[in-house]
Structure formats: structure tokens, C-alpha cells
């Protein structure tokens, strides 16, 4: 059976970043809002956490609804603030948004009783979650933590177009087509930057059904080479 991830809030980043992660899973995601009618029994409840008397409205709510079910709060960097307050709640762990990708899914694993690897495979690519590295061609393709999401996205999702506005809060940032520039610019180091397609006003995918490695044309880099002159 698969197991049911609650997402408690408003779909606020923290949130779409840990959906972005729990996507690569084989879990059932429900985002809900009313505590007083919450979802049937799950395996974890995931909130974003918020200082305060609302954090502790919502962890007394959470616990009252499942008493028995791991809760993480996601939100930013730990500081001594954070943790005078969750020091109250034992039962509630804390997860920062800065935590790698890799060690956000071995955690999220290790909850919900889950083992193995599920990497990702598109073309030549192939892009593991647990390791946060990706290979072209057996080749290793290095990325920034902010290219490898945007690659696991499009990867998780291949052949489908993801706009800008689509993928800035997947993401957690701004700037995509210059994270795409960049990730493009390290695959035809390999040749193969024909994998992700797409601008910026129609959006972006990574599709390998028609992609075909290019193999380098010596005259025609000498005379870009003697334009350039």
C-alpha cells in the first residue's frame, strides 16, 4: 500500500520544495487545511513551520489528530529561537529547506520506512537523489544544488513543459533561465544540450525522444573560430 504524506498549510514554498522532493518517493501527497475534519491516518504529517502561539495551536492540533504519526515542521536555517521553541515539542522534528536534497530524501525514507534507490533516467541521463549526482553517458555532470532540483524536475516530468512562474517556487528561487543556461552550457560540454529544450516565454523541458548526440563538426568550430577573429 502506498503510504499518505500529509502537507498541512496553504501550499507555501517550504511546502512545494518538500512536494518537489517527495516526488521523486512512491508516496500519496494531500495538502489540507482544516484541522478540525484532518485526512484519514498517514504514515507522516509535514508542516511549515511558523514561530509563536501558531506554531504551538498547530502542533497541539497535529498531535491530537495523530497521536502515533512522525511530525516535521520544514522551514528555515535552526537557530537558538527555533530550538528554545521545538524544545518544547520532542515528538516534532525539525528539518531545515537548506538541507541537501540527498539527505532530505534519506530522511524522509528513514520515516516512512522506505529503502532503495529510485534514481531517474532520461536519454543518457541519469540523476540519483540519494547520491545528488547526475552522470551523461557514465560521464559525471557536476551542478549547483539549485541546477541538480531544476533537473530533477524537468526528469521527474520528461516530455512535460514547465513554465517559469512554474518552477520559480518548485525551486525556491529566481532566475531560472539563468540556472538553464547554466545546465544546458555543462551538457554540450557532453554534447547532448539538445536534452532540454525550450526559453524562457514558452518554458522549459527535457525530452530524449528526438535528442541525438552531436558529434563535433572540426570545420565548421574553425570557421566560428575565424568569425571571432
Same mark, same amino acid.
Given at each position: ?18 512536494? /518537489?522532493? +517527495? =516526488?521523486?518517493?512512491?508516496? &500519496? ?5 482544516? *484541522?478540525?475534519?484532518? #485526512? @484519514? ?68 525514507? /528513514?520515516? +516512512? =520506512?522506505?529503502?532503495?534507490? &529510485? ?5 543518457? *541521463?541519469?540523476?540519483? #537523489? @540519494? ?71 514558452? =518554458? ?26
Amino acid at each position: 500500500m502506498t503510504p499518505q504524506v500529509l502537507l498541512h498549510g496553504h501550499f507555501s514554498p517550504e511546502l512545494r520544495c518538500v512536494a /518537489t522532493v +517527495l =516526488g521523486h518517493l512512491p508516496v &500519496h501527497l494531500v495538502v489540507f487545511d482544516n *484541522l478540525q475534519t484532518p #485526512p @484519514d491516518p498517514a504514515a507522516l504529517v509535514i508542516y511549515a513551520y511558523r514561530p509563536g502561539l501558531e506554531h504551538s495551536q498547530i502542533v497541539q492540533a497535529l498531535t491530537a489528530a495523530y497521536p502515533a504519526t512522525p511530525l516535521v515542521a520544514i522551514g528555515p536555517d535552526y537557530s537558538e529561537a527555533i530550538h528554545r521553541d521545538l524544545s518544547r515539542y520532542p515528538h516534532v522534528t525539525y528539518l531545515s529547506l537548506n538541507t541537501p536534497t540527498a539527505e532530505k530524501l534519506n530522511r524522509f525514507r /528513514t520515516w +516512512l =520506512g522506505l529503502t532503495g534507490p &529510485h534514481p531517474l533516467h532520461v536519454g543518457p *541521463l541519469t540523476l540519483n #537523489p @540519494d547520491t545528488g549526482t547526475v552522470r551523461c553517458h557514465e560521464r559525471p555532470l557536476p551542478l549547483t544544488a539549485t541546477e541538480f532540483e531544476l533537473l530533477s524536475v524537468l526528469m521527474e516530468h520528461p516530455g512535460q513543459r514547465f513554465t517559469v512562474s512554474a518552477l520559480e517556487p518548485m525551486l525556491s528561487c529566481k532566475g531560472v533561465a539563468v540556472h538553464v543556461y547554466q545546465v544546458r552550457r555543462k551538457l554540450a560540454v557532453l554534447n547532448m544540450d539538445g536534452l532540454l529544450r525550450g526559453d524562457a516565454s514558452r =518554458g522549459y523541458t527535457i525530452d530524449a525522444r528526438t535528442s541525438v548526440r552531436r558529434t563535433p563538426n572540426p570545420s565548421t568550430a574553425l570557421r566560428r573560430h575565424l568569425l571571432r577573429l
